[in-house]
């Protein structure tokens, strides 16, 4: 199935551990991206890789380290976990960066306890 | 900083009531996006509208661009239980269409 694809679906842990959720799209998308949604559903971008540059990267503490091997795969490493970061991550792509549609993963459930 | 304000934050009908969400942008926009969230889900596209005045029909869905390009709306005609979810507007603006910026939302809900 061709589809945008993140691990884990829900993930807790404690605060001050470190995470990592991994994300893989298999459509040919140029441009792939990292959501955070609060409980309210606001959707923050975070940061946006296109062909493994990084060429968005809004005010999220220096915590949250984005990593792009390929152009398949945008994976998010978070240090030192605060009560603050729990949300649901959302992965998405796009063919091209702010003019084409995002197909987003299902969603990673972060708890932070 | 460039914003995009939707309305109504929330909307609760009678199954087969009419419902309309609308986004304003405090800019010109290069193209205005919709998106779908059901509940526990992730958001689907929906639909692009790129022409100043643009109507675009999916069924019970109508989606609008305004004439200046800085408003948009999705009208749902005859609601149904399928269409719960939050409902998203995002829109590039015209002078960097790198980022996407996007509205809050307007979560629906229908009553049987």
């Known amino acids: 199935d061709t589809a945008v694809s993140q691990t884990p679906k829900y993930l807790v842990t404690q605060m001050g551990n470190d995470k990592s959720i991994k994300c893989e799209q298999n459509?040919?998308?140029?441009?792939m991206y990292w959501y955070k949604q609060d409980s309210k559903k606001f959707l923050k971008i975070m940061f946006s890789y296109n062909n493994k540059e990084l060429i968005i990267n809004e005010t999220v503490p220096n915590r949250f380290s984005p990593k792009s091997p390929d152009k398949a795969h945008l994976n998010l490493h978070i240090n030192s976990l605060e009560l603050g970061d729990s949300a649901v991550y959302f992965c998405a792509s796009s063919q091209l960066t702010g003019n084409s549609p995002l197909h987003f993963g299902n969603g990673t459930r972060l708890t932070v306890t | 900083g460039q914003q995009v304000m939707q309305i109504p934050q929330y909307q609760h009908v009678q199954e087969g009531e009419d419902f309309t969400t609308y986004c304003n942008s405090s800019t010109t926009l290069s193209n205005i996006q919709w998106y779908k969230q059901r509940p526990g889900g992730h958001p689907v596209f929906l639909i692009q509208?790129?022409?100043s005045g643009e109507v675009k029909k999916q069924k019970r869905l109508t989606f609008q661009f305004g004439e200046a390009k800085k408003n948009s709306s999705l009208h749902i005609t005859a609601t149904q239980t399928t269409d719960v979810g939050t409902y998203f507007c995002a829109g590039t603006n015209a002078g960097n269409n790198r980022k996407l910026i996007w509205g809050l939302g307007t979560s629906l809900a229908v009553n049987p």
């Open positions: 509208l790129v022409k």
């Open positions: 459509l040919g998308h140029d441009t």
